[in-house]
């Protein structure tokens, strides 16, 4: 199968089969991080622009790493530094990132919609690593192959998302694309914490964790995004947590062999307990990042024509 | 010819034959960004030190995908992560670079004369990347190159240069080459913003918009620096953009071939109208940014002894 | 002999054919860095990850550098643009990098033992850039390489450094170091500057320089940390350079051929005066610098196994 999109803004837009392909093709690069020589020559010669208006240290670095394992050029620019401080437009950046000939445009910015924008007006292939409360195309790809190489499938599992649905793009792409791929997706937190019409994406809520994670074979927690709660969306941090943090007695709802997932930064105590978030029989938040870096060499790779 | 010089200071110090050569070299090299695979092993083992203590997108990543095009090694270093934090002097920065063993040193500073003083104190080449209101050499050798494309020749043609002459190095750099390469250069800004005795080098200058641009071949407007603004130069943004923003109208003054320039980033409204920068039929702000890529590569190769 | 260590985390615990292991590498290294094409294949394929929590030029470089003359891919990451400004700890960053399968670290913070911390996490090499007032090995290595070229040897050496003992982790690892190999080390700082039971680590303490350094080989000053200075060890910067700066006339209580050495950044009439810094028949400050790649080059070549 020939990878035809130019973009890849969000999971919402990729069929079961382009969502397949993916997972497949990241998978038989998962092998090349374990190598003694780590580096392919598929993308010698390609120049890719890491975008970043938000601080990251996983997802940039992650892609950084995917471009070099492939001998890609990479070139990083976040906003603190790039001549947005003078006021340039979205819009006029992009275009002259363009004129520069890049192959990729990586881009994480707090606003939805903005990779949607650039990819309208570039010819070059835009990743979204992120766009405000909207996508995270590549946190979610991660997120099903992990959960296809733990669990053998991903059709047919129960699989539970704790914590703040409304702000969480990672959550949005995981409600996407899980239920595409066949999962049955159950949802909890705190009423404020949910958008309002959330079950017509065929999911079901709850405002408690405990009605969430019973027979489930996957519980995801979402990070609680401390430093944007200056807008008091929950009284306090000790109530969210003595409600919605994981921990070794609610765990024991969900299936003996559940596995727990993160997309990090955890903030351990908060949405996960320690003891949780470390115990090797469940936690797979390492996997998680260690699959990011295949996910993104395969976009890296399907988008630059790799598979034709 | 051979290319004799160590660094890349000003425009005011070359020859028309050096122009000529980094302008037909230029050229040579920006075939190279249109390959499918964008590098050549021309710079193999050397390493180019971006040393940015002013913020900069477009410039500083014009210079990285220049020289990692080269396959040279780029290194990074801006202001905000370096020892100036620690009061290190410049001279003492740039020594220390040395003895690491650089090839180039790209510089941009605040001061004037930076580049130039760094030069005579280290064994390797100085590229200047904008020094306070000095010069700006890079610019206005892919300006020369995007007019030479555009309109075959430079001498002979009509070029006014409108906004902030006295703080804009884009214009230094632009009236010492374009007078040199035998164009006719005319300036209009506020009396506050030309310098008093700008008629020396050699051009002529108006306080009115529309007494600069009849019959220009070449239409290049400067940038406001709206994050200097701080001593108000002009009583207010839009008595400044009332009186010298380019639009529809007074553009109709110019030539009906002539080309609209810009060094980037564009406050839209302020010193141009949305419409004629977006308008491709004139508009070559984007070729700019192209063409300083091939610009770069060129000086690199020329510095590192590449013609010889 | 082979390599046996996983990490660099301090000379303390370095033997001392280990440290001649690394300096005798070091050597052969030099003579890349002064080659036309100034690279070479060893480390293709590797990853190199400089994790840096506090502000670096001269460190942060040059690990930049001598990673990629070995061929190596380096990523940077610096405190201000990571997840640390998420909360993320220390051990969940060190993780979350250790998923992407780096070969290997190098980690400056402001925290003594973070780096040992990080060995103890994670599989890859951890080479402690700097942690807190406690070590700097890379620092001691290039330094005891420099003296070791320019003396022919160390061991029978009187060595001086005056400062701020008590806060430099540049004087702890060169003590270790120096002791280690053989020297005769002496000490010279007010009496707030000096830890009190300094002479158990085998060396002479005195708070005045003038007892410290006549006939010395090596005289080793150390930066005063301005940035640091809010709580006041001192009565005045002036009072200190009064009596603790190194200048054209306490020199001559040196040996007439000893040499001045600085880890730089240099406040110019603080530590050092001018003359002396800048007088090549005595300063190495510069010979340091350049060491120091050849160091980190050595360093990152043996962690990797490359001399197996």
Known sequence: MKF?????????ELSVNEINLILETAESFLEISTREIKK????????????????????RTSFEIAGKRLSADTINISASTSSVVKGETLI????????????VIVIRHSAAGAPHL??????????????????????ALLDMMTIKEKK???????????????HSRV???????????????VLAGPST????????????????????????????????????????????????????????RNITLARKDAIVMHPGPINRGVEISP????????SVILDQVNKGVAVRMALLYLLTGGNE
């Open 4 to 12: 035809e999109r130019k973009d890849i803004l969000g999971i919402s």
């Open 92 to 103: 006029d950046t992009a275009r002259n990132l363009e004129a520069m000939n890049p192959d």
């Open 118 to 139: 650039l990819a309208t007006l570039v010819k070059q292939s835009i990743i979204n690593a992120g766009d405000g409360a909207h996508e995270h195309p590549t946190q």
């Open 275 to 282: 003891d949780i978030a470390d115990d090797s029989s469940r």
């Open 193 to 248: 914490m949910l958008p309002r019409d959330i079950e017509q994406m065929g999911v079901k809520a709850y405002t408690k964790l405990e009605d969430a994670i019973p027979d489930a074979d996957v519980v995801m927690m979402l990070r609680i995004q401390l430093e944007r709660q200056k807008q008091n969306i929950f009284p306090s941090l000790r109530e969210y947590s003595q409600r919605y943090c994981l921990h070794s």
């Open 171 to 185: 959550a949005r792409s995981n409600i996407y694309g899980l239920t595409k791929m066949g999962a049955e997706v």
């Open 40 to 59: 392919v020559p598929t993308l010698r010669g390609k120049t890719v622009i890491n975008l970043f208006f938000e601080a990251s240290t996983r997802t």
């Open 152 to 166: 053998g499938k991903i059709a047919g599992l129960k699989i539970a998302i704790i914590g703040d649905i409304t």
